[in-house]
């Protein structure tokens, strides 16, 4: 069966190497005729419907990708997220309820990328003038989790753990002393993430969430194209490996990790 993985410039360094892990051809741009299509965060064209199928629908990337309309979509199907608003209810209203801090994000962006900690309609002023254009509210929490779902169920879970020296509480990446690191979830992870993936029509993706100081579980976003490296990248190449028909080798580490979010 030919299998091609399609990326784009954003997502290439992970889809190259998956790509080769999984033994298919891979780009930017499927210029031949294949049975069954991996769109790995890509929403590119491609001028004929493949035989085989495809994984991650064009549409499905699209609804991801829109993270303030993602949220809606899984508000609309049951899914527990933060409250959303427009830009003028953030600068105007919610600080007169007083009820708390907001986040502002642009409405496509990769891990923390765009991440505007509003503490007041003074900040929120400051993040719309730096991109933001949708706000949550943000949701104080003792745990946060990526679930790794693929053919509707969890291949992988992990924690975002705190490195020696964090500079930022509220936004919890890499630069900000925080590191991914696979660990056994309980049920709530994947129950929740595969409810989102399937919430938005995708196949496979990595749903970020937290347990809420409240108790209440919340999904934060989802991920068409997480980046991957190691044993966590074959993990993703046994999984789509499995639902194309595709056989590959090596053996599947389990040391722990330290992924960049």
Not at 2 to 31: D, K, N, P, Q, W
Not at 120 to 142: K, L
Not at 198 to 213: E, H, I, P, S, T
Request: proline fraction near 3%; hydrophobic fraction near 40%.
């Amino acid at each position: 069966m030919s299998v091609f993985l399609l990326y784009h410039g954003l997502t290439s360094s992970t889809g190259r190497e998956l790509a080769r892990a999984m033994g298919v051809e891979s780009g930017e741009v499927c210029r031949n005729r294949i049975e069954t299509l991996i769109r790995w965060g890509s929403r590119g064209a491609v001028g004929y419907r493949p035989t085989g199928g495809v994984i991650n629908s064009r549409a499905a990337i699209q609804k991801a990708s829109d993270k303030r309309a993602a949220l809606e979509f899984m508000r609309g199907a049951g899914v527990n997220v933060p409250k959303g608003m427009c830009i003028d209810d953030a600068r105007y209203r919610w600080f007169q309820w007083n009820t708390g801090p907001l986040v502002g994000r642009p409405i496509q962006h990769q891990g923390g990328s765009g991440f505007h900690l509003c503490l007041n309609s003074a900040d929120v002023v400051r993040a719309v003038n730096n991109g933001a254009e949708y706000f949550t509210e943000y949701v104080p929490n003792g745990e946060e989790w990526r679930a790794h779902i693929v053919g509707g169920q969890m291949v992988m879970a992990q924690l975002k753990c705190a490195e020696p020296v964090v500079s930022n509480e509220y936004c919890r990446n890499r630069e900000n002393g925080w590191a991914l690191n696979r660990r056994p979830a309980p049920g709530w992870v994947e129950s929740i993430g595969v409810q989102a993936i399937r919430a938005l029509g995708l196949d496979f993706g990595a749903v970020d969430m937290c347990k809420g100081n409240n108790g209440q579980s919340y999904v934060l976003e989802v991920n068409s194209a997480p980046g991957l490296e190691g044993d966590k990248l074959m993990v993703y190449a046994r999984a789509l490996a499995g639902m194309v028909g595709v056989e590959i080798g090596g053996v599947e580490g389990e040391e722990d990790d330290n992924t960049s979010l």
